[in-house]
DNA sequence: TAGTGGTCTAGACCACTTC
DNA sequence: AAGTGGTCTAGACCACTAG
């Protein structure tokens, strides 16, 4: 990637150490933003100038910047440049928040903060988030409201080395909490997997979110991961299903 | 697309009549698929081949089959071809059966048919699959097991109309429905949307699943489409998430 | 007008499969 | 050895944005 013929295709290495040049570039821009080189909201250089840089043909500079594209992590604008994503309410909204009214458009829940402490993470959290035994995280609990009722009550558990202070100041309602994530502690979320089942809500649960005890919910249990792969968030979310719904597109 | 000089950027039509020509090249190879040139399965001529037949580069028509492999209409294979994507259970599992067990691999269910008629559709049903009033649809009950247990009752609305003969004979148990509508009938699912609630489980559905009536359920709403857009199915599942759940990858 | 991403081309060579 | 898709390059031109 130093020299005008990379050594890529070197004899000898064909086997062993092939990996095609746009793969190379696209995790090197990726391990960039990882290190916060370029933030989010932040314009790359042009394709022509990490072209040069980086002594590669523009069009395999594009190949990458098009996969990170593809995956969410960067924005494309004709005529403007290509930008690092950001956490803002829209995509959320279209990547994260997958509850949607039965009629109607897609809106931002408001947020109401029940509790947040800080504690030792039990022997289940340490496997869900990949610490070691004795680490510390963050709780967080919530009630989020659509169309001014109560429709999800979640807890949020978070590990402490990596949102240091994270708790120690009021947490704002009507926060967006990957967008915090981002701006004030530099992490990413750059993919989630949710796994859904049908439950019936206890009398505290169901007081939370004012129906009677026995009504049915969905369990949305997340684990969010950082561009680099590590899970920086797991979530707990029930779901109240009566003007909403969880979309799944299967394409 | 076919003159040597195709005549997507004639002046004067820059403006009004602009299509990217890869993507001219696309929509053609969709339809082709749609009217059967290629089926399921079969080798799609060479890149080389079907530029000289287009008049286009290599590039334009490898950006094409690119798009298309995106949405799993087509599978590319190194040093084979390319070929038109099949519905056999490795595709359903990884891309339209979402209930996974919660340990171990995901796996393709048995099937037992409970019942199956044909009947005038309802007013929701020419709604939710675009059908005239008074056109007919057939139904389909089933009960899907997972480890040898009932997992999943689901109801199967197809308008009559695509799947002329479908019900007169015995729906086959075990069978991978939309392999069916492919084979037997031409019909490709490309996409589904699913709407997924929960609900708390009838007397007689608790039976169809062997659990005690009051048991949570997910209730799975989907709208399947043809490679043309339009609906062929609408399927209503209730699932069982004791051992199991829905699996989404938020990407 | 200058600079950016988007499209399209032509050609070279590599990796993989099949005969 | 021949044929397929996969990678990479170099260069031209178009569409869009901003100063």
């Given at each position: 990637m130093n020299s005008p013929r990379p050594p890529v295709t070197e004899p000898g290495f064909?086997?062993?150490?092939?990996?095609?040049l746009y793969m190379q570039v696209r995790d090197m821009l990726v391990q960039r933003m990882v290190q916060g080189v370029w933030g989010p909201g932040q314009v790359l250089p042009s394709e022509q100038d990490l072209a040069s840089e980086l002594g590669v043909s523009q069009g395999t500079v594009r190949k990458a910047l098009d996969e990170l594209a593809a995956q969410n992590l960067v924005v494309r604008r004709q005529g403007r440049g290509t930008f690092v994503a950001e956490h803002d309410e829209a995509r959320i909204l279209f990547q994260f928040f997958k509850i949607v009214p039965d009629t109607g458009n897609p809106m931002f829940p408001e947020s109401r903060i029940l509790s947040s402490e800080r504690r030792e993470a039990s022997t289940e959290e340490c496997l869900r988030l990949g610490l070691v035994p004795g680490a510390d995280v963050i709780h967080v609990r919530r009630v989020r409201l659509l169309g001014g009722k109560p429709a999800i009550v979640e807890t949020v558990t978070l590990p402490a080395k990596i949102f240091p202070?994270?708790?120690?100041?009021e947490i704002p309602n009507n926060h967006n909490l990957y967008g915090l994530y981002a701006t004030e502690?530099?992490?990413?979320?750059?993919k989630a997997i949710e796994r859904i089942k049908a439950v019936i809500l206890t009398t505290e649960e169901a007081a939370e979110l004012g129906v009677e005890p026995g009504h049915p919910a969905l369990h949305v249990d997340r684990i969010a991961r950082a561009l680099d792969g590590s899970a920086v968030e797991w979530r707990v979310s029930l779901c109240l299903t009566d003007d909403h719904h969880y979309h799944s597109d299967l394409t």
């Open positions: 064909q086997k062993l150490g092939f990996r095609p202070g994270l708790g120690d100041d502690f530099g992490v990413t979320v750059a």
